[in-house]
């Protein structure tokens, strides 16, 4: 059961809007602790997506944008290519245990 | 251009040792914080803890402390992530990063490829 809670699986057309939800609670994303997101393409390591909420690292797409709100975070992936294809992590900050870094489960990506 | 390579998979028996490595390329080792993550199989990351080779300030998720040990040789810019006594639960993917903080707004901005460990009688 991981602390931040995201749905296993999203899918969407070529072209179309998918978001991704990031939920946590009052000791991690509700206590303002910066998210961050991460693109895990098949057999790979993982690539930083997002970081500090709404930034992307030089040679991201924007076609990527991060945002957040309250005790929750969402990732938007517009004009969806087969490339997206992919496992999606956000991932915080929590004051509850020891100040933990810690992840979501992750959310399967299929391009439809 | 930050680059992690680490060391190559590994085939142990419950209750043996390991020790992982990672070596950092093409930036100031000592000035970025090094961490690990496990990837069991077919499942998502946990972040195992985070070391700083500047001063080996060292912290760890309270699921991996007294579990594993991270530490470092500065002078061969090399991360490590080892165990004493390996169960088959420890079979995983583990992966090492750098961050810029160890703190509340840190994340994993480089990656290395992962070491995949079996742990199997």
New interface residues.
Partial sequence: QSVLTQPPSVSGAPGQRVSISCTGSSSNIGADYDVHWYQQLPGTAPKLLIFGDTNRPSGVPDRFSGSKSGTSASLAITGLQAEDEADYFCQSYDSSLSGSWVFGGGTRLTVL | EVHLVQSGAAVKKPGESLKISCKGFGYRFTSYWI?W?RQMPGK????MG?IYPGDSDT?Y??SF?GQVTISVDKSISTAYLQWSSLKASDTALY?C?TADSG????????????TLVTVSS
Avoid: C, K, M, T
Avoid at chain 2, 44 to 47: A, D, F, S, V
Avoid at chain 2, 103 to 114: A, K, P
């Fill in positions: 961490g993550v998502g990351l946990e972040w985070i912290r998720s309270p402390q992966y990063a703190g509340n707004s840190g994340y994993f901005d480089s990656w290395g490829q992962g």
